[in-house]
């Protein structure tokens, strides 16, 4: 997890910006210096803080057994939690990290993330988007190799005042 923890926004800068969105990082904080969160451009000289949340409760192999229902439960709990950090005083967009997971995890993640946003999203109109980034893998000539790279599904919240970003889907 703590690899996770670090390589995150880096991940989540990548795919942003191959979606066509500005990304910059704000001065590490903390001894040693860490990068928790990072800044999407929504004008010329305006950001708004995209915010990681590791979410590994479902990850493979430690992590507990998903479902739909649960999943998209403990989506929502996550969505609503992230108002302290994120509303119209602090816009932003939330980050879900959720790690490796079996079975169809990422497109139920998907699914869940988009009912969240369309359930809470009235009630935090400083919540840009939610966007899982999920691993993905792909095989290469050489059968003992893979290629890892991540996906960002950004689904924006239909209530939220303010720019949005590139990429992003209702």
């Given at each position: 997890m703590a690899s996770r923890c670090i390589l995150a926004p880096f991940a989540a800068a990548h795919c942003l910006t191959m979606q066509g969105n500005r990304v910059g990082f704000p001065t590490p904080s903390g001894f040693p210096g860490r990068i928790e969160h990072l800044l999407v451009a929504t004008g010329p000289t305006e950001t708004v803080t995209g915010h990681?949340?590791?979410?590994?409760?479902?990850?493979?192999?430690?992590?507990?057994?998903?479902?739909?229902?649960?999943?998209?439960?403990?989506?929502?709990?996550?969505?609503?939690?992230?108002?302290?950090?994120?509303n119209l005083k602090n816009p932003g967009l939330l980050l879900l990290s959720p790690g490796v997971a079996l079975g169809n995890?990422?497109?139920?993640?998907?699914?869940?993330?988009?009912?969240?946003?369309?359930?809470?999203g009235r009630k935090n109109r400083g919540l840009m988007a939610v966007a899982p980034m999920v691993l993905r893998m792909q095989g290469l000539p050489d059968p003992?190799?893979?290629?890892?790279?991540?996906?960002?599904?950004?689904v924006l919240n239909r209530h939220y005042r303010g720019e949005s970003i590139a990429g992003a889907s209702d």
């Open positions: 990681v949340e590791v979410f590994d409760r479902f990850e493979y192999p430690y992590g507990q057994p998903w479902d739909a229902a649960g999943l998209r439960a403990a989506v929502s709990d996550i969505v609503l939690a992230s108002q302290s950090r994120i995890f990422d497109e139920t993640l998907i699914q869940a993330v988009q009912a969240a946003v369309q359930a809470v003992h190799a893979l290629r890892f790279g991540y996906g960002l599904f950004p």
